[in-house]
């Protein structure tokens, strides 16, 4: 019995069509160049021991560093802190803002809206440089406002506590209006029949803010926590400019320290592992919240 | 007879070496040391007609920056002649050793004693010169006569830092503690604490860089000077915006750093012109060493240069040459670290500004003593370790000196990876 090779099928392979590969081909070279390869690069990175020079081995050094590493540790605890304060205070402000901004009550909207907006126009490192001015301890205005009425000063930028309130009180300054503005616009989806219906079921304004408003905003509310947090994690302007992450490591955060370590030490494989917990952890409160707060939308 | 036409043959050589130089030569630097290097251009054009300098100031921090981004990428867009601090330098040597050239490839072995010991310690590694020495901030006390004359303080009687405490008493008492002794960055810098570690021979690190010394005895005796200083209420707390504002207010008797701040307070403060002048740093006990040393750089030369010759003359004439240090130190008052410009008829001027004290000599004399220390590649890792620290003790939290420098000695190395001296 001789086997017969059974005749080739013919060839048809299925057409898949080039053009557009070709066109998008320049941006995937430069997103796998610049985007893709900078971060499996920075991954193995954080497994290399940079202080041991270019012939250091793959290892978990800098990873078990980590876990021990006193300032890490001082780094993140400040990072939740200002979380934990600063970003409720902040939401709640804009939405309050927003609501405020939405009223029909109030002339001159759009001048409003735009002076709320207007501290994210101003450049970072100038407004920083303004609030060291503001709370320099000695010639500061807010000193001087303090003893005006008859308050007592505060080393505001050589304290820990109050370099945290510092630092909290300028980012709550640039970022509410940006918020409120994005929360105003999620107000602005919310169709006014809704209200009309509440109010002829007898729903005071209150109850209407309570159970309306904040459900119905949710979403966009949510969009701002979630940006908000992925923001305090990644902290760096602020306590970068206006108090060093000073006194002492009073308000190092994850985003100072990881540059602390990157380009004062020259650290960079630690400096990834940093990198790379800081996304863990964004990518964790992230999930968490759309888990708590996202349920059905 | 054969000798001299020995010499003559050298130096017709080097003459004709001289001509052929030519091209561009590129300088990073910053601020007042960029103008200080600008300042040696002309001599160095005497010599070497046909080479163009280019110094361009790029500010101290992105001097740093882009030379990191350059060592990086491998030496790509690094200048001809590289500026670095001593105590950031070894970092470099460190993580990137074929960034920059070995300078004894070029000859530069033979100013080997030309500089004090002190400022070769961070630039060589092994057999290999990486840097060379530039300026240095042999530590001093600059006082204010007149303040010092109405509380009935004798700068010349202030030999120990416990003398230096009972002058700030009656200076508390003469001006109601408005009037402080020094100004210490608490909880923005450890440099108080460098100056007087340095002094008594102890450091952050040992000076083969294998071990963290900052638990030994003379940094305790440092760290507790600090504290004494804060107890009896002889100081202030301030940053570096912060000093300058109280002195041209009349608030500091006294202020201690490298003598780099020669410049400041004299530009800062030009009113006050005749009232200053200048004492070596007070001793740890009575006969002890009287000087330390914070800051100064020094000059690199980046592998990746196409004109290393000319760059390489460069740093020479600006470096190496009693006349190009003491160039600077007119300019700038950059403090010459090479170790004849000290004997130069400028340095043995009186300065009016200075109530015609000759401050150079006074400041320069104390090179000699200044023990060797050294930055080692993990400088910033511990002077963040050792801020803390020293706020947290100044604060209260340690009981006494030694055990927190014990805990700072653990931290840092965690941080380094580098074992705790026994």
Redesign the interface.
């Known amino acids: 019995m001789t086997t017969v090779p059974p005749p080739a099928p013919p060839r048809r392979r299925p057409r898949v069509p080039l053009a557009p590969y070709l066109f998008i081909l320049p941006y995937l070279l430069i997103f796998a160049t610049f985007w893709a390869w900078p971060i499996v690069s920075s991954f193995l990175m954080s497994f290399k021991d940079s202080r041991l020079g270019a012939a250091a081995g793959y290892g978990l050094s800098n990873w078990q560093r980590l876990l021990t590493d006193e300032f890490f540790r001082t780094a993140l605890k400040n990072t939740v802190i200002i979380l934990v304060i600063q970003v409720p205070l902040m939401l709640s402000l804009a939405t309050t803002l927003a609501v405020a901004l939405n009223s029909r009550l109030l002339r001159a909207r759009g001048l409003f809206r735009f002076a709320f907006f207007a501290p994210l126009v101003v450049g970072t490192v100038a407004y920083s440089a303004v609030f060291r001015l503001l709370f320099n301890g000695e010639f500061g205005i807010v000193n001087r406002a303090l003893t005006g009425v008859g308050l007592p000063e505060v080393d505001w930028l050589n304290q820990p506590v109050p370099a945290m309130a510092v630092i909290i009180l300028a980012m709550t300054w640039r970022w509410t209006g940006y918020n409120a503005i994005i929360l105003l616009a999620g107000l602005q989806g919310i169709p006014e029949d809704v209200y009309e219906a509440a109010a002829i079921d007898g729903a005071t304004p209150w109850q209407q803010f309570w159970k309306m408003t904040l459900p119905l905003l949710r979403p966009t509310l949510l969009f701002c926590l979630v940006l908000s947090v992925i923001g305090t994690l990644q902290l760096f302007t602020e306590p970068a400019l206006i108090t060093n992450s000073g006194p002492g490591n009073a308000t190092m955060t994850l985003g100072t320290y990881l540059y602390q370590q990157g380009f004062r030490s020259f650290n960079f494989g630690y400096a990834s592992a940093i990198a790379y917990a800081v996304a863990a952890l964004a990518a964790i409160f992230s999930f968490a919240q759309l888990r708590l707060f996202g349920r059905d939308s | 007879m054969k000798k001299l036409a020995l010499l003559t043959t050298l130096s017709l050589a080097s003459a004709a070496s001289a001509q052929s130089l030519s091209g561009t030569v590129t300088v990073w630097s910053w601020d007042a040391a960029a103008k200080a290097l600008e300042s040696t251009i002309p001599s160095f054009n005497k010599k070497y007609p046909n080479v163009k300098v280019n110094v361009v100031d790029l500010g101290n921090q992105n001097v740093y920056?882009r030379g990191?981004a350059g060592c990086a990428a491998g030496g790509a867009d690094m200048p001809d002649v590289y500026s670095i601090e001593n105590n950031e330098a070894e970092?470099?040597w460190?993580?990137f050793?074929d960034c920059f050239t070995d300078l004894n490839t070029l000859g530069a072995a033979k100013y080997a004693k030309s500089f004090p010991a002190f400022k070769w310690t961070e630039l060589t590694v092994g057999n290999k010169r990486y840097a060379m020495p530039w300026d240095s901030g042999p530590v001093v006390i600059f006082y204010r006569r007149d303040l010092y004359q109405q509380a009935g303080v004798n700068p010349t009687a202030i030999k120990t830092w416990d003398d230096f405490i009972a002058a700030g008493k009656k200076v508390n008492a003469k001006f109601g503690g408005k009037v402080k002794m020094g100004a210490i960055g608490?909880?923005?810098d450890d440099e108080w604490f460098r100056m007087l570690a340095n002094q008594n021979g102890c450091f952050y690190f040992d000076n083969t860089a294998t071990q963290i010394t900052i638990a030994k005895s003379g940094c305790v005796q440092a760290l507790d000077t600090v504290k004494k200083l804060f107890a009896n209420d002889v100081v202030m707390?301030s940053?570096w915006g912060?000093q300058i504002?109280a002195f041209k207010a009349n608030r500091l008797a006294s202020a201690m750093f490298g003598a780099w701040y020669e410049g400041t307070i004299r530009t800062n403060a030009a009113d006050q012109s005749g009232k200053w002048g200048v004492y070596p740093m007070p001793a740890s006990k009575a006969g002890g060493v009287r000087a330390s040393n914070l800051g100064g750089s020094a000059l690199a030369l980046p592998s990746s240069s196409k004109n290393k010759a000319a760059a390489y003359a460069f740093m020479e004439n600006a470096l190496a040459t009693t006349n190009g240090q003491v160039t600077m130190l007119k300019s700038q008052g950059l403090v010459p670290s090479l170790l004849t410009a000290s004997k130069d008829a400028y340095v043995n001027q009186k300065q009016p500004y200075w109530g015609n004290q000759t401050v150079w000599k006074t400041i320069l004399d104390t090179l000699g003593d200044v023990p060797a220390a050294r930055g080692t590649?993990?400088f910033?890792?511990a002077r963040?370790?050792m801020?803390?620290v020293q706020?947290?003790y100044i604060k209260g939290k340690y009981k006494t000196a030694q055990d927190a420098l014990n805990d700072a000695a653990k931290?840092i190395s965690?941080?380094?990876?580098l074992p705790v001296a026994k």
């Open positions: 920056d990191l970092v470099f460190a993580r050793p608490n909880g923005q707390t940053d912060g504002t590649q993990y910033q890792d963040q370790v801020i803390v706020a947290d931290k965690a941080a380094t990876g």
